[in-house]
């Protein structure tokens, strides 16, 4: 098992040189200067990652951290509980939307049951189980400091295992009954934001289950007193086991050196638990779309990115990392197939007088 903060600290700057080498070739195509926006980030921003102009992203998986949540208990779903199990097992039969969009996007999924309730016997499930579903965490801690450590090292293993399969970009997806609920606590802890302003309707809540989950939250933070410094304590006291598997997964994607792209809401918060950890993490992210989560333009705020897409997307699973993919995709073929200035026979400063 690793040390989280010691492997965390391993994380390293991008190459700045070769982001800088990339973007004045960029600037040389045929086209105004940064007339591609984000396309000419994301393929800059990779440079970066992978230390060349060379970029390889032909290897692309979702990791899907699935497991209960204690907090259920409160009534803050109107799902049942045991939708967590039939979807995770779901996952294996290619029915789901992260089957059929990472299907489209020729990408793949690794699927990590982390602490559902119940077997899933399938070979296509990898069963690093902590325990099935944390506590509810307004009576308890929703686990203990070890079980946060060790649900961050599941996803820093699952990246060092995929890693070694030539896996170059990682998606982050989840799948757990309640999840909204225990991202919203950690967002709050972790910005000072109030409880009402991060809560979102998760999975098509009405009025009286949204007032459940604001009053569980609230009961949750005053009962355990999660030390906004000490992102481990406050994962163990209100998050879940998908969370700090989604964290690990992060740090572990930045210390390989590996583009991974964040989904929606429950993503972001981890997303920003591994910043808090290790600043330099961020810059091995790539932001997807702007979920309809109260808390996601608070969460992104947090981590300065923005959202390529608003499709009002609110599926989880990792299916907002799909659609990156295409555009990481995209934005490669077309800023390395464009003619330069040169090949197309073109005075720049003439070009450029008529665009600008």
């Known amino acids: 098992m690793y040390n989280v903060l010691e492997y965390a600290k391993g994380i390293q700057l991008t190459d700045t040189v070769i982001q800088t080498e990339t973007e004045k070739y960029i600037d040389n195509l045929t086209k105004p200067v940064g007339a591609l926006g984000q396309l000419e980030e994301i393929v800059i921003k990779l440079a970066g990652i992978q230390c060349t102009q060379k970029i390889n992203i032909n290897k692309k998986v979702v990791v899907i951290m699935c497991a209960d949540n204690g907090v259920y208990d409160e009534g803050v779903s109107e799902c049942p509980q045991d939708v967590t199990q039939q979807v995770t097992y779901n996952f294996t039969r290619g029915i789901t939307g992260i089957n059929r969009m990472t299907s489209f996007s020729k990408s793949d999924i690794y699927i990590v049951d982390i602490g559902v309730k119940g077997e899933i016997n399938s070979p296509l499930v990898h069963n690093k189980k902590i325990r099935e579903s944390t506590s509810n965490m307004c009576n308890e801690p929703a686990m203990t400091k070890d079980e946060a450590i ?190 330069t200035f040169e090949e197309a026979s073109i005075e720049k400063k003439n070009y450029i007088g008529i665009w600008k």
Not at 163 to 185: D, L, P
């Open 150 to 339: 060790k649900a961050i090292n599941i996803g820093i293993e699952a990246v060092e295992a995929l890693v070694g399969e030539g896996y170059e970009v990682f998606g982050t997806g989840e799948m757990g009954i309640g999840n909204t609920t225990t991202s919203a606590a950690v967002l709050s802890v972790l910005t000072g934001e109030e409880i009402k302003n991060v809560v979102g309707q998760g999975a098509g809540v009405k009025e009286d289950t949204f007032n459940r989950k604001v009053n569980a939250i609230s009961r949750a933070i005053d009962k355990n007193n999660p030390e906004k410094e000490d992102i481990i304590d406050v994962l163990a006291k209100v998050g879940g086991f998908d969370l700090a598997g989604l964290c690990g997964v992060f740090i572990g994607a930045a210390r390989n050196k590996k583009a991974v792209v964040i989904d929606g809401f429950i993503s972001a918060v981890a997303a920003l638990c591994a910043c808090r950890i290790e600043p330099k993490c961020v810059h091995y992210m790539f932001p997807s779309h702007m979920s309809q989560e109260t808390g996601m333009r608070i969460a992104m705020d947090a981590l300065g990115l923005k959202p390529y897409f608003y499709v009002d997307m609110r599926l989880g699973e990792g299916t907002g990392c799909t659609l990156t993919f295409q555009l990481m995709d995209m934005a490669l073929h077309t800023l390395y197939t464009m003619a």
